[in-house]
């Protein structure tokens, strides 16, 4: 985990230079209309809430934003005034039981080394999770690399996206839809794993209890 915040408070000012064309025309244009086909408005917890780009966009929610970094937390905070942030992590979050409508995780269970505490609370704290998984080649994945090597890596696990789908289901929680940005050049198959598989990433939403 220091290696991550590390990492995302070094790389803070970098990311929140790009991350609301990111947002708006780019790898996360479709994930809140995603989102909204199964909720319109209520108390959202956004999970690696980063700079708080989605936060700003969600204006008919209540919004609250979590992070490790403290780094994107100032800026969220200076650009996001309407929204709650908190310093925090996904595996142990500060929040009681029921206290969110919806979550939203977006490409940010890959950075805990606890994925599955992070699933636990999840169910806690919410009804319904929207969350979007790297696929295998997404370039992001390059930041597991040292666990090979025995070495604290600032992403901190591999989790695919179908060993999601398996955890979920295992927890008992229901897939309401899923749906794969591709990457430039990437041709949809039909078949779910291959997709996946070849895709930046996969979002998903479910149902948690």
């Given at each position: 985990m220091d290696e991550?915040?590390?990492?995302?408070?070094?790389y803070a000012a970098t990311w929140a230079?790009?991350?609301?064309?990111?947002?708006?025309?780019?790898s996360r244009k479709t994930i809140l209309p995603f989102l909204r086909r199964f909720i319109k408005q209520g108390r959202l917890l956004d999970l690696g809430c980063g700079d708080g780009a989605a936060c700003r966009l969600l204006t008919d929610f209540e919004v609250t934003g979590i992070d490790?970094?403290?780094?994107?937390?100032?800026?969220?905070?200076?650009?996001?005034?309407?929204a709650t942030f908190v310093e925090g992590s996904l595996d142990a979050?500060?929040?009681s039981d029921g206290a969110f409508d919806v979550i939203l995780a977006v490409n940010s269970l890959e950075w805990t080394d606890r994925p599955l505490r992070a699933l636990h609370e999840m169910t806690r704290v919410a009804p319904l999770a929207i969350i979007s998984l790297l696929g295998?080649?997404?370039?992001?994945?390059?930041?597991?690399?040292?666990?090979?090597l025995g070495s604290d890596a600032p992403m901190g696990n591999t989790m695919m996206p179908w060993e999601l789908e398996q955890l979920a289901s295992q927890?008992?929680?229901?897939?309401l839809g899923s749906e794969n940005v591709m990457k430039e050049g990437a041709v949809l198959t039909g078949d779910r794993l291959l997709d996946q598989a070849q895709a930046f990433s996969t979002?998903?939403?479910?149902?948690?209890r």
């Amino acid at each position: 985990m220091d290696e991550t915040i590390r990492m995302w408070d070094e790389y803070a000012a970098t990311w929140a230079a790009k991350s609301d064309e990111m947002w708006m025309s780019g790898s996360r244009k479709t994930i809140l209309p995603f989102l909204r086909r199964f909720i319109k408005q209520g108390r959202l917890l956004d999970l690696g809430c980063g700079d708080g780009a989605a936060c700003r966009l969600l204006t008919d929610f209540e919004v609250t934003g979590i992070d490790v970094s403290h780094e994107m937390l100032k800026i969220a905070r200076a650009r996001t005034p309407h929204a709650t942030f908190v310093e925090g992590s996904l595996d142990a979050l500060p929040f009681s039981d029921g206290a969110f409508d919806v979550i939203l995780a977006v490409n940010s269970l890959e950075w805990t080394d606890r994925p599955l505490r992070a699933l636990h609370e999840m169910t806690r704290v919410a009804p319904l999770a929207i969350i979007s998984l790297l696929g295998p080649t997404a370039a992001p994945r390059a930041n597991s690399f040292d666990r090979l090597l025995g070495s604290d890596a600032p992403m901190g696990n591999t989790m695919m996206p179908w060993e999601l789908e398996q955890l979920a289901s295992q927890l008992g929680w229901t897939l309401l839809g899923s749906e794969n940005v591709m990457k430039e050049g990437a041709v949809l198959t039909g078949d779910r794993l291959l997709d996946q598989a070849q895709a930046f990433s996969t979002v998903f939403a479910f149902k948690t209890r």
